[in-house]
T-cell receptor, first 115, second 110 residues
Framework: EAQVTQNPRYLITVTGKKLTVTCSQN?????MSWYRQDPGLGLRQIYY???????DKGDVPEGYKVSRKEKRNFPLILESPSPNQTSLYFC??????????????FGDGTRLSIL | GIQVEQSPPDLILQEGANSTLRCNFS?????LQWFHQNPWGQLINLFY???GTKQNGRLSATTVATERYSLLYISSSQTTDSGVYFC????????????FGKGTRLHILP
């Protein structure tokens, strides 16, 4: 089954304790992306990756890191989490064709609470 | 960057009613998608529609790229249609970012 898998689904942690949210897709998609969703603000792109070893900042990259060492995986790293990073996070992937980004497929989300 | 505005922000309808949701964007776009976020938070693809009209059951969408808007039509609403509807665009510029609107929250009353 084609899917995007995020882990964990829920996490409560404390300020300053490094954490990683994993994202994996099995569709051989080139484009992968992380979003955060906050009430009243919709979804905002954090980082995206056009392919292996190619990553770029989205609209809200501060406080986050990513890596793309393999095509299927795109982990999101919070080196020193702070309470303002409490949010619902989504990973997505899509093909990148000649006409641009193709339909995105989303993971089920990770609800992150930083105390 | 591209600005995406959705309207209305909230909509409450009786079951069986029809609705039209709008997505305006400020610049030319390479693609446009409509999503439904269900009450469990999952984002479900509805349409990939950079231009033209598509239909899927009770839902249809039209994008008029030259006039920079897209419409999502829901006919004969059911309570399972409740949730938030987002449009997302990918522009023709070179930064490859995807921009979401803030969504329309739809509540269908039984």
């Amino acid at each position: 089954e084609a899917q995007v898998t995020q882990n964990p689904r829920y996490l409560i942690t404390v300020t300053g304790k490094k954490l990683t949210v994993t994202c994996s897709q099995n569709m051989n998609h080139e484009y992968m992306s992380w979003y955060r969703q906050d009430p009243g603000l919709g979804l905002r792109q954090i980082y995206y990756s056009m392919n292996v070893e190619v990553t770029d900042k989205g609209d809200v990259p501060e406080g986050y890191k990513v890596s793309r060492k393999e095509k299927r995986n795109f982990p999101l790293i919070l080196e020193s989490p702070s309470p303002n990073q409490t949010s619902l996070y989504f990973c997505a992937s899509s093909l990148r064709g000649g006409t641009g980004i193709q339909p995105q497929h989303f993971g089920d989300g990770t609800r992150l609470s930083i105390l | 960057g591209i600005q995406v505005e959705q309207s209305p922000p909230d909509l409450i309808l009786q079951e069986g009613a029809n609705s039209t949701l709008r997505c305006n964007f400020s610049d030319s776009v390479n693609n446009l998608q409509w999503f439904h976020q269900n009450p469990w938070g999952q984002l479900i693809n509805l349409f990939y529609i950079p231009s033209g009209t598509k239909q899927n059951g009770r839902l249809s969408a039209t994008t008029v790229a030259t006039e920079r808007y897209s419409l999502l039509y829901i006919s004969s609403s059911q309570t399972t249609d409740s949730g938030v509807y987002f449009c997302a665009v990918f522009g023709w510029n070179r930064d490859d970012k995807i921009i979401f609107g803030k969504g329309t929250r739809l509540h269908i009353l039984p």
